[in-house]
């Protein structure tokens, strides 16, 4: 399964952007499709992971204003970021976890990274 993420750009605080990702492949089946974001000198984080049931956990910095949105039938999903900040530069990852039909080991799959910049 390979993923592939688009949407980022440069920005102005308060401003906002949409992030897309696009899983593609055959014979598989998605279990979730999550992102992640990585600052520069600082570790990979979580953003938005979906846990199941419907159930999307938000990381504390971005609570209230990014929003994740899937399309499993497309086999994509959304981050909606508003109201940006000079903290939310980052390259943005999408990660995907998925089977091949008939099987029960969940794989993972991780997207390029897309660059996000949000200027004063």
């Known amino acids: 399964v390979q993923l592939q993420a688009s949407g980022g750009g440069l920005v102005q605080a308060g401003g906002s952007l949409k992030l897309s990702c696009a899983a593609s492949?055959?014979?598989?089946?998605?279990?979730?499709m999550n992102w992640y974001r990585q600052a520069p000198g600082k570790q990979r984080e979580s953003v938005a992971i979906s846990s199941g049931g419907g159930i999307i956990e938000y990381a504390d910095s971005v609570q209230g204003r990014f929003t994740m949105s899937a399309d499993y039938a497309k086999k994509m999903v959304f981050l909606h970021m508003n109201t940006l900040k000079l903290e939310d530069t980052a390259v943005y990852f999408c990660?995907?976890?998925?089977?091949?039909?008939?099987?029960?080991?969940?794989?993972?799959?991780w997207g390029q990274g897309t660059q996000v910049t949000v200027s004063s």
């Open positions: 492949g055959s014979g598989f089946t998605l279990e979730g």
């Open positions: 990660n995907a976890k998925w089977r091949y039909w008939g099987r029960t080991y969940v794989r993972e799959s």
